[in-house]
């Protein structure tokens, strides 16, 4: 069973900072694309970061410049940077992988999603 637990979630006031941590646990072969999406209520939820193996990263324009994406392979966890944060990058956050496993002598492939922490941003 693979699982993905974000932490670092909580309250802030606008131009403040906060960090969040996904770390990736079970059965699993290699890592290859991870992502920070996140859900304000009523909206889609929409990419904010993403990240390759290799660690180049890509980020929605409204974040550029604000969020920083990193990874550490060696504990199979992703990090987002947020600074000056606006109350407009409340939500909830969510953290996704695609990696492979095993299945016997197969090699497949899965993306799983974190439960979600929350962000708030005060005015």
């Known amino acids: 069973q693979v699982q993905l637990v974000e932490s670092g979630g909580g309250l802030v006031q606008a131009g403040g900072s906060l960090k969040l941590s996904c770390a990736v646990s079970?059965?699993?072969?290699?890592?290859?694309?991870m992502g920070w999406y996140r859900q304000a209520p009523g909206k889609q939820r929409e990419l904010v970061a993403g990240?390759?193996?290799?660690?180049?990263?890509n980020y929605v324009d409204s974040v550029k410049g604000r969020f920083t994406i990193s990874r550490d392979n060696a504990k199979n966890t992703a990090y987002l940077d947020m600074n000056s944060l606006k109350p407009e990058d409340t939500a909830v956050y969510y953290c996704?992988?695609?990696?492979?496993?095993?299945?016997?002598?197969?090699?497949?492939?899965?993306?799983?999603w974190g439960q979600g922490t929350q962000v708030t941003v005060s005015s």
């Open positions: 079970g059965r699993i072969g290699r890592i290859n694309d």
């Open positions: 990240i390759d193996r290799e660690g180049r990263p």
């Open positions: 996704n992988a695609e990696f492979t496993y095993w299945s016997g002598f197969s090699l497949r492939e899965q993306t799983s």
